[in-house]
């Protein structure tokens, strides 16, 4: 018995020497969905696909500082205008998103590692912020959106006065 009987697709099929069959192959069609799935996951993790594609991952660069009155979030937006950004916040949700536009056509372009499109970040909020204040300032490519803390999520510090023990003040 043939080894290539017992596999139901290559019965009746003759495969051409040195050629592998793409079109009817099913572990070339998993491993071409494998490859895709991989590439999907390695962009959550902000790692270039394994494809080698010049869309920066997570873009824009955000970073995000917290005081006890405020939450501040930065992003990076070189070459962009503050009227190419939208921030907005819905459900505890921050969502800073716009375009980049190309500045010269395609047919001209030798090679870019620039990235052009529309691009979009979502970050959640984990504490309660005034909506009705938050503010959005945008100076020198860098948004800057500070969300004041409502005042029931403020950290409520109390000093506590530390007495002797009477022990001690019997000595």
Do not use: C
């Amino acid at each position: 018995m043939n080894m290539r009987d017992l596999i139901p697709w290559a019965r009746n099929q003759q495969m051409a020497p040195g050629r592998y069959r793409e079109e009817s192959d099913p572990f070339t069609a998993l491993h071409r969905e494998m490859n895709r799935l991989f590439d999907d996951v390695m962009r959550g993790f902000d790692m270039a696909p394994l494809g080698g594609t010049n869309r920066p991952v997570g873009w824009p660069q955000v970073e995000v500082v917290e005081t006890d009155k405020e939450v501040r979030v930065s992003a990076e937006l070189p070459g962009l205008e503050d009227k190419d950004v939208e921030v907005l916040m819905q459900d505890g949700v921050l969502t800073i998103r716009g375009e980049r536009k190309s500045e010269i056509d395609d047919k001209e372009r030798a090679f870019s590692e620039r990235y052009y499109g529309r691009f979009e970040r979502r970050i959640p909020m984990a504490w309660d912020v005034d909506e009705d204040k938050i503010e959005a300032t945008f100076r020198n490519g860098v948004l800057t959106v500070t969300l004041p803390k409502s005042p029931e999520s403020r950290p409520q510090a109390r000093r506590i006065a530390i007495n002797r023990s009477t022990e001690e003040t019997k000595h």
